[in-house]
Every structure is written in C-alpha cells, then in structure tokens.
C-alpha cells in the first residue's frame, strides 16, 4: 500500500520554463512534508518542507504547495535550470510518529538547455 | 565535514553469507534512519533509530537487523542475505527533534547472488 505516490515518472522541461512536480498521500495523519533531491550516484538531500498548518512555503526558485482536502502537494520549480535534472522525492511523517518518514518513488527530471 | 559515511560502497556477495553494512554521522545527530531504494518503488524504510539502544522497524524490516550501541554508529546487518535484497541502501540522520531533514550518506550498492 503506496501511502505517498508520485504518479510521473518522469518530467522534461526546457530551460527557463517551470518545472511542476506533483505528490498524492492517502494517510491523513500526515502532517508534515518533505522534497528531496538526488543526483546519481549521490544520497538525495534535503530541498524544501511545508508543515500541514501551511498551504504554501517557498525557498529562491522552489515552492511547495500542499492541498490537504485533497491530500496533494506539487513542487515548483522556476526558473527551471540545466543543474535541477534529478530526481525528486516527496516524503510525509506524522507527527505522531516523527521517525517514519514515507518516501514516494520519485520522479525523474530532465531540464533541457 | 559534516557527513553520514557508509561502507562499502559497492558489495557483490552469496546467498546466506553474513554482511554488515556500517554507517557513521559525525553531527551528534540522535536519529538515523536505513532505507532501500528499488526501481518504481522509491525509498523504503527499513530500520531506525531514535536514540542510542532505541531502535524501530520501517516499513520493511524483514532479514534485517541494527543496532544502535553508540550514537554515531548504525550499522545494518544481513544473517542470511538473499537476492531480494539486491538493493540500493542509503543510511540517513537527523537531529531528531520534530521533522528536522535528513542528511544522507551516498549509499551501498548490494548484489546478492
């Protein structure tokens, strides 16, 4: 049972352009949410958060919105450049239980030049 | 530097050959946290940790075990490996106060034959 899922794969945007990638959770425990972002080769690293008393947060290019009714948030990313191809983990924890972190599977992004 | 060290990075043994797959933090971090990451599935968790001598399953712990003797050191353990857990696994920490992000170390390429 895939508590958190990321639904694309995959995402190829061009330079420049705005990169959405989106996150669905099932369990409405979850109160806090995480991105991550990894690169070949490397452990992924910590991007962006939104606790779920927010709808919204946002750190330089990246953004997160979280739509609790329907229990969906989605990273934007602008202006979208070459060095953010990675791939992009969503996560949620409870507060109830803040050492279970769920992670979805992850969409491939590809910037274009 | 701060950094979560694994080793090894790559690891190709046999079927029901113990291993042990150390991890290290030097951030005096309270929690960490092993997981699997695996195609179209994402990141797993399988054990963790939320203080010395304290430890949890994840979502997957079966064939493995950790412990947690000192607080800079969570080492994986596999009795009997089989090649299901063929796997990507990364060890993360944390503060281990609420939500505070992972830092992750760079992962352990296992094959099992």
């Known amino acids: 049972d895939q508590q958190v899922k990321q639904n694309s794969p995959s995402l190829s945007v061009q330079e420049g352009r705005i990169s959405i990638l989106n996150c669905d959770y099932t369990?409405?425990?979850?109160?806090?949410f995480l991105w991550y972002k990894k690169y070949p080769a490397e452990g992924p690293t910590f991007l962006i958060s939104i606790s779920s008393i927010k709808d919204k947060n946002e750190d330089g290019r990246f953004t997160v919105f979280l739509n609790k009714s329907a229990k969906h948030l989605s990273l934007h990313i602008v202006p979208s450049q070459p060095g953010d191809s990675a791939v992009y983990f969503c996560?949620?924890?409870?507060?109830?239980?803040?050492?279970?972190?769920?992670f979805g599977q992850g969409t491939t992004l590809q910037v274009k030049p | 530097e701060a950094q979560v060290t694994q080793n090894p990075r790559y690891l190709i043994t046999v079927t029901g050959k113990k291993l042990t797959v150390t991890c290290s933090q030097n951030m005096n971090h309270e929690y960490m946290s092993w997981y699997r990451q695996d195609p179209g599935l994402g990141l797993r968790q399988i054990y963790y940790s939320m203080n010395v001598e304290v430890t949890d399953k994840g979502d997957v712990p079966e064939g493995y075990k950790v412990s947690r003797k000192e607080k800079r050191n969570f080492p994986l353990i596999l009795e009997s490996p089989s090649p299901n857990q063929t796997s990507l696994y990364f060890c993360?920490?944390?503060?281990?106060?609420?939500?505070?992000?992972?830092?992750f170390g760079n992962g352990t390429r296992l094959t099992v034959t």
């Open positions: 993360a920490s944390s503060l281990g106060q609420n939500n505070s992000p992972l830092h």
């Open positions: 996560a949620a924890s409870a507060l109830s239980n803040t050492g279970k972190l769920i």
């Open positions: 369990n409405s425990m979850f109160d806090y």
